[in-house]
């Protein structure tokens, strides 16, 4: 097929097809004769996979890099362009909803400037806690370790205590009938969205960590891995019959969770379920109880490794969810580790 062939089957112009070919990214044969380029069929495939993957975004380098490769996983670059764009289309929303905010103050009449000014402020800071979260720990590198260190204690303390019976009872306490969809966050290894797997429950897997959900597929190719973060959940409005999550959450701060719990909310439908198992304190009183025990104990150990993450406070999370009109129901399994149950209001 000639070029303007190619243009017109593939709905594109020639003067893109040879911006292509000049970036390297595909090479027809050239006629002898008069030099005319000439696109075999594998070539058409191959330009129509980069329009395609064009069109939803992604740069001419990745593709460059993605057609090199030898066993092309179009699958994983989609997934980072996918978790790309929902954190653009959030971005979006907020800026959205402040600006209706900002209309409808306006039309209030009332002291506009400094109304204004506060939204503004407000959006701000929406949008850096969106973007500021950082994964100091390097879950990359844990990933292929991960199931093995579950299992090891530590010298004089052992976070994953009840581990086991903790990823058990959320299951026991969704409640989720076959083809449901259920959405876990921080999914890691898929230890946790597994056990959804048996039950005959679609599972969606997100996590930040790209290896993570690499070991995640390997061990459960049932399961959809998708990549994302807490702040900006890799899916449409009310999409998701429960959500669930197992030492996840407390590797953002208070503040972080707060918001995690909204986005939580977005995704999920009226009705739906929130389940999460996690490290925690009731509330202050009780955190500042079990850190002076440790000190009294000489167990810097278990200081130092409750310091590095952010150990829930679960008031905090129980006030959100039931001013947000869901009924909450917790336990406790130990002194680090709890569980909430939320149901929200509807259908
Ligand atoms: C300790 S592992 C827990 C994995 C699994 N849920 C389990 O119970 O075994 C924590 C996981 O949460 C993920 N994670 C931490 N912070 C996250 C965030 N802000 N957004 C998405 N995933 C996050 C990490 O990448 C990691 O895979």
Known sequence: MYIKEVAEK?????????????????TPAKEENNQYRYFNEEDVVRLSTILALREVGLPVEAIHELLKAPNMQVEDYLNVQRSVLYEQWLELKDMIQTIDKM????????????????????LKTLKTLRK??????????????????????????????DYEKALNRVVETVQLS??????????????????????????????????????????????????????????????VDAIV????????????????????DRVLKKGGEICIADLMFLDQV????????????GNLEAVQAIEDEYYANRSR??????????TVETHQFNDILSMVYARKEGE
């Open 10 to 26: 593939l709905e594109t112009s020639t003067r893109t097809i040879r911006y292509y070919e000049e970036k390297g990214l595909i």
């Open 103 to 122: 209309t409808e103050k306006a039309g209030e009449g009332q002291d506009v400037k400094t109304g204004l000014f506060d939204l503004a402020k407000q």
């Open 132 to 161: 500021d979260w950082q994964d100091k720990w390097n879950f990359d590198n844990q990933a292929h370790d991960y199931d093995q260190s579950i299992k090891m204690h530590g010298y004089r303390f052992n976070v994953h205590q």
């Open 178 to 239: 076959p083809g449901n969809v259920c959405l876990d966050i921080g999914i890691g290894t898929g230890n946790l969205g597994a056990r959804f797997l048996k039950k005959n429950i679609k599972v969606i897997g997100v996590d930040q960590a790209e290896e993570m959900l690499a070991v995640c597929k390997e061990k459960h190719p049932e399961i959809e891995t998708r990549k994302g973060h807490f702040l900006a959940l890799p899916v449409m409005n009310l999409q």
């Open 245 to 264: 999550s197992s030492y996840a959450l407390h590797h953002l701060t208070e503040e972080e969770k707060l918001l995690a719990l909204e986005e939580m």
């Open 286 to 297: 009780h955190r500042n109880r079990v850190m002076d025990a440790f000190r009294k104990d």
């Open 317 to 326: 999370l129980v006030n959100w969810l039931r001013k947000n009109h869901y």
